[in-house]
């Protein structure tokens, strides 16, 4: 009797990864992961979410509503080339779906390389004094409490590329 539910049980889990493994080798998994419909984010009025799957960076004086954000570095150079070097960092990343781009914002979803999670991904770019530029960004992981400081990690790569 044992035997018979081992078999099966051993036969069951063998279709279930099948099953999965066809999903995630094509494009019925991404559906299945939606990333939701795209929205613009209005960072003066955000409220962060309480689980900690995201990093949020702003000026100073943007995020008011947030509980918690980093204070985004002022570039010495205009909004239109911080768009345009920020951009080109963010598309460099692999599994990259543009939702919404235009001179001030840049939406994306960006999934995980192998089971292909949805981040979302937030960029509005702002001309300051001077011909001086920041940028608000807000990446988030839209399934799971957790992210494993994929977003952080992600954001500051984007930072350290346009400072070069």
Known sequence: M??????????GLIILLAVLTVLRLTPLWDRLLKAGDFQPTDFSNLTTPETPNWVLICPENLCQNATRFKIAPVFDMSRDELAARLKQ??????NLEIRHE??????????TPFMRWPDVVS????????????????????????????????????????SE
């Open 2 to 11: 044992i035997s018979k539910i081992l078999t099966l049980f051993t036969i």
């Open 89 to 94: 960092a963010v598309k460099a990343e692999e």
């Open 102 to 111: 235009d001179e001030r914002s840049l939406d994306v979803v960006i999934r």
């Open 123 to 162: 960029i509005e770019f702002i001309e300051v004094e001077d011909g001086k530029s920041t940028f608000a960004l807000f990446a988030r992981a839209i399934y799971g409490r957790k992210d494993f400081g994929v977003n952080k990690e992600r954001a500051d790569k984007w930072i350290n590329a346009i």
